[in-house]
C-alpha cells in the first residue's frame, strides 16, 4: 500500500528512479522474489530529462537509444537489436522463441494494424480526442505469449492545453531494468507524436500495477545510507 504522503511528481526520470528504489526497499512487500507496491503512478513533468544519472545503476544511453532505434525498425527479431547495438543482451535472447522474434519490442506493437499512425492522424485533425491510444499486452493474445508477455497494457495520448500529455499504464514494471530503459524508449515516443503532430511536449505519467525491485538488486546493508 501507499501512503497518503507518497510522492507522485518529479521533473526527471532518474528523480523518480532514485525515490521509488528506495521506497521500493524501505516499503515495499515481499511478492515472490521482488519488493513490490501496487497501483504505483506518478509523473515525469519534463519527458526530456529521461537519463538515469544514479551511479549505482551505471545505466547505459547507448544501449537505451540501440533499443529505441530497434522499436522504430518495428522488427520483433532480436538480430535486429543486434546489428544496431552490436550484440544482444541475454535477456532478450531468453525472451526469443524459436525465430528469434520477441513480443515485447513495442515498436512493433505499433506498428501493428498502423496504430502509431492512426494515433497521429487523429491527433492532427481533433486535439480533443479520448481515442489516440496504442495497445499493447492483449490478453486475447495469451496463447502467443509463452516465451515473452508484454510488460505495458497501453500508451494514451491527450492534448491540454495545446501541450501533448502521455500515460503509460503497465501490468508489471522492474524498477532497475524495465523502468530505466522503458520510460526512455516511451519519452523518445512522446517527443516523437509531439513532433509529427506540432504540439508542446506536456507531462508523462507513468502507472503500474505492480513495480518492484528484484531481491538481487537490493542494496547491500553494511554500506548504504537509506535515506531518500
Request: hydrophobic residues 30%.
Amino acid at each position: 500500500m501507499l501512503s497518503p504522503t507518497t510522492k507522485t511528481s518529479f521533473n526527471s526520470a532518474s528523480e523518480a528512479y532514485d525515490y521509488w528504489y528506495w521506497k521500493l526497499f524501505r516499503d515495499g512487500e515481499n511478492f515472490g522474489n521482488t519488493k513490490a507496491l501496487f497501483n504505483v503512478g506518478f509523473y515525469i513533468t519534463n519527458p526530456k530529462n529521461n537519463y538515469i544519472l544514479n551511479k549505482d545503476r551505471k545505466w547505459s544511453q547507448e544501449y537505451a537509444e540501440a533499443e529505441w532505434q530497434w522499436y522504430l525498425s518495428g522488427d520483433p527479431n532480436i538480430s535486429k537489436l543486434g546489428e544496431i547495438y552490436g550484440k544482444v543482451p541475454v535477456i532478450w535472447r531468453t525472451m526469443a522463441d524459436k525465430y528469434g522474434n520477441v513480443n515485447s519490442n513495442y515498436g512493433y506493437q505499433w506498428k501493428r494494424r498502423g496504430q502509431l499512425d492512426k494515433v497521429i492522424e487523429m491527433l492532427r485533425s481533433n486535439k480533443g480526442t479520448r481515442q489516440a491510444a496504442i495497445s499493447i499486452y492483449d490478453g486475447k493474445e495469451q496463447d502467443s505469449y509463452d516465451t515473452d508477455t508484454p510488460c505495458t497494457y497501453a500508451v494514451q495520448f491527450t492534448v491540454v492545453d495545446d501541450k501533448l500529455n502521455m500515460s503509460v499504464v503497465m501490468r508489471s514494471n522492474d524498477i532497475w531494468y524495465g523502468f530505466c530503459n522503458d520510460q526512455y524508449c516511451f519519452s523518445s515516443l512522446q517527443m516523437l507524436v509531439a513532433y509529427e503532430t506540432g504540439y508542446d511536449l506536456g507531462t508523462y505519467y507513468h502507472f503500474a500495477h505492480n513495480l518492484h525491485l528484484y531481491n538481487d538488486k537490493l542494496p547491500e546493508l553494511q554500506t548504504r545510507n537509506y535515506h531518500l
